[in-house]
């Protein structure tokens, strides 16, 4: 039995009026998600061509962007053919070993020193600027940084919210609050 149906005492936060609407709004939620992902597909491929451009000096290009979204589509299929449980964990742990290993490159050959006295004066900027900046509207001195923020990677992140929550909340089922804040947040 729906315990949203009418009559069940149940119904959804704003009533069981809604109801009436819910295929409306499915679909409104679904175009948002189609739309949060065309997004993030073009955003992404824009950034992956940008970086093969500046390391390999390939120019960005159409062409390039197609054969940026061929690989992240083939991945994505392969991801979901595999099963979404296995080929998460395989996508996964290949990201994990790819980062621990451009770590280790980048802390063996890099410039070490610099990066770790970069790496804690940025985070005391950071903690020091954070609600400055968090509710710095702009308008008094007209500066231009906050508004320079585009609308569009807002729409992104609200098309891809409920996405993420629920992802979060499915990979944190039978955790504390306490082991997914450290895991999530802190590591």
Partial sequence: RNPYS?????????????????????????????????????????????????????????LLWGIVIAVVVATFVVSSISGVIKGIRILSDINARVYFLLLVVVMVLGPTAFMLNFSTEAFGAYLSDFFRLSLMTGEIFQESWPKSWPVFYWCNWLAWTPIAAAFLARISRGYTISQVIRCNFVI
Wanted: hydrophobic residues 40%; charged residues 10%.
């Fill in 6 to 62: 009418r009559g069940s005492g149940g119904g959804p936060l704003v009533g069981d009026g809604a109801l009436r609407y819910s295929r409306g709004i499915d679909g409104f939620c679904l175009f948002a998600l189609v739309a949060g992902m065309a997004a993030s597909l073009g955003t992404g491929t824009m950034t992956l061509a940008g970086g093969l451009e500046n390391v390999t000096g390939w120019k960005s290009s159409p």
